[in-house]
C-alpha cells in the first residue's frame, strides 16, 4: 500500500474520482506505516492542486521514490533517493495534463 496518496476529483471519464482531506490523508499514513513499509519516517509538508504535489519527507531507512500519475495516461517516477530528508513531488502541467494520483514507492 502507498505511504502517501491523494487523488483529485477530475470530470474527465474513466478517471478515479477520489477527494481526500487532510485529515483522511494523516490518517491513511498513520494506519499504512506498519514495519515493513516505514520507510518515510516522517512527512512534516505536503501539498497538491489541480496539477501538481509537493511532500518533505524523512527516508528513514531502504529506498523511496516519488510516483505520479497524470490524465495524460502516463505515470511519472522519480529516482530512488536513499536516507535523508527529500522533497519530493511532480507538476503534471509540465506535459498538458492535471493530476489524477500520486504516491511514494519503497524497497
Given amino acids: 500500500m ?3 496518496t491523494r487523488g483529485t476529483t477530475t470530470g474527465i471519464t474513466g478517471l478515479r ?6 485529515t483522511a490523508i494523516a490518517a491513511s499514513l498513520a494506519l499504512s506505516a506498519g514495519p515493513a513499509s ?3 519516517g516522517n512527512y512534516p509538508t505536503y501539498s497538491w492542486d489541480s496539477y501538481k504535489w ?3 519527507v524523512l527516508v528513514d531507512y531502504g529506498q523511496s521514490r516519488a510516483v505520479t500519475q497524470c490524465s495524460n495516461n502516463r505515470i511519472y517516477y522519480g529516482g530512488w533517493v536513499g536516507q535523508g530528508y ?3 513531488g511532480w507538476n503534471c502541467a509540465d506535459y ?3 493530476l489524477v494520483d500520486f504516491w511514494i514507492e519503497n524497497r
Fill in 96 to 98: 498538458g495534463a492535471t
Fill in 17 to 22: 474520482a477520489l477527494a481526500i482531506g487532510a
Fill in 2 to 4: 502507498p505511504l502517501l
Fill in 86 to 88: 527529500w522533497a519530493f
Fill in 54 to 56: 509537493s511532500a518533505n
Fill in 38 to 40: 516505514a520507510h518515510v
